[in-house]
């Protein structure tokens, strides 16, 4: 079983940035996709950004350009450098944990506000 923790987020203005942590732990394989969803009110969670432990990115368009995904791969440890922050990124941003054969773990979550 593999146990995520989250760290970072907070409340900001427009044009400011934030960087969020994801620590992996437990029994973590050597091949994996982390990565951070988020969910706005009244909306459906989407996909913002992943990350292979080979270091393959994938972003959505509405971050692309604006958040950066990066990983430590000796702490298992990822995380997400968001830029240029909008209104509309504010959600609780989720991380997750995939590997072949096993469901996806999901992390508890954190709050992102950003608000003029």
């Known amino acids: 079983q593999v146990h995520l923790v989250e760290s970072g987020g907070g409340s900001v203005q427009p044009g400011d940035s934030l960087k969020l942590f994801c620590v992996a732990s437990?029994?973590?394989?050597?091949?994996?996709?982390m990565g951070w969803y988020r969910q706005a009110p009244g909306k459906q969670r989407q996909a913002v950004a992943t990350?292979?432990?080979?270091?393959?990115?994938r972003y959505s368009n509405s971050v692309k350009g604006r958040f950066t995904i990066t990983r430590n791969n000796a702490l298992t440890t990822i995380c997400l450098q968001m830029d240029n922050l909008e209104p509309d990124d504010t959600a609780v941003y989720y991380c997750?944990?995939?590997?072949?054969?096993?469901?996806?773990?999901w992390g508890q979550g954190i709050q992102v506000t950003v608000s003029s």
């Open positions: 997750t944990y995939e590997t072949s054969g096993s469901s996806t773990t």
């Open positions: 990350i292979s432990n080979y270091g393959i990115t």
């Open positions: 437990g029994r973590v394989a050597t091949t994996w996709t």
